[in-house]
């Protein structure tokens, strides 16, 4: 059984701060990794996908891989009060019934003005 | 560019009443999905659509019926509602490339109460 776990929060940061979201999954396999942002009542739109250990950068956003440990984050810099939503963090392996995707049960951002 | 659209937005049934979520993608991708979204659950995997012609369970598939109709629709069918089945349901769509998993593109999804 694939798991993917997040904290589920909420976590309250300053307007300005720098935002960490966490998550672990337990398939050794995984191969690709996204992050999804999904609003009250809104559907999940993708923000980073990351396929290789290291860092990825778009913009505010910074995803961080580490095979090694199984983790991958998200982080947000300059955070600003339209961040404040629910992350998901999604997995997936190859040959795992193919192109499925194991979602986390998010974690609750909150950005204080 | 519509992306993925799924209709109805909003529906209310009675325990035993069927009926069918329809969704359909205009990004000419392979692969189709359908999902739900329970509070404190997350989003769980019904069924899905590796390419037109095959279809395969999820990770909850008890209750549901799919039907890739051609390459742009995949719907998701309940024979006889139960309350249980009160959720939000997600469509999403991706493509499929040699040795990569591509991210998943989600509709806005259907709200579905069963009383």
């Known amino acids: 059984q694939k798991e993917v776990e997040q904290n589920s929060g909420p976590l309250s940061v300053p307007e300005g701060a720098i935002a960490s979201l966490n998550c672990t999954y337990s398939?050794?396999?995984?191969?690709?990794f996204f992050w999804y942002r999904q609003y009250s009542g809104k559907s999940p739109e993708l923000i980073m996908s990351i396929y290789s250990n290291g860092d990825k950068e778009d913009g505010r956003f910074t995803a961080q891989l580490n095979k090694a440990s199984q983790y991958v984050s998200l982080l947000i810099r300059d955070s600003q009060p339209s961040d404040s939503a629910t992350y998901l963090c999604?997995?997936?392996?190859?040959?795992?019934?193919?192109?499925?995707?194991?979602f986390g049960k998010g974690t609750k951002l909150s950005v204080i003005p | 560019n519509a992306g993925v659209t799924q209709t109805p937005k909003f529906q209310v049934l009675k325990t035993g009443q069927s009926m069918t979520l329809q969704c359909a993608q205009d990004?000419?991708?392979?692969?189709m999905y359908w999902y739900r979204q329970d509070p404190g659950m997350g989003l769980r995997l019904i069924y899905y659509?590796?390419?037109?012609?095959?279809?395969d369970k999820g990770e909850v598939p008890n209750g549901y019926n799919v039907s890739r109709l051609n390459k742009r629709e995949f719907s998701l069918r309940l024979e006889s509602a139960a309350p249980s089945q009160t959720s939000v349901y997600f469509c999403?769509?991706?493509?499929?490339?040699?040795?990569?998993?591509?991210?998943?593109?989600f509709g806005d999804g259907t709200r579905l109460s069963i009383l």
């Open positions: 659509s590796a390419s037109e012609g095959t279809t």
């Open positions: 398939d050794r396999v995984s191969q690709s």
């Open positions: 999604a997995v997936n392996a190859p040959g795992a019934g193919s192109y499925q995707l194991t």
């Open positions: 999403a769509s991706s493509e499929t490339l040699l040795g990569r998993d591509q991210p998943q593109h």
């Open positions: 990004m000419n991708h392979n692969s």
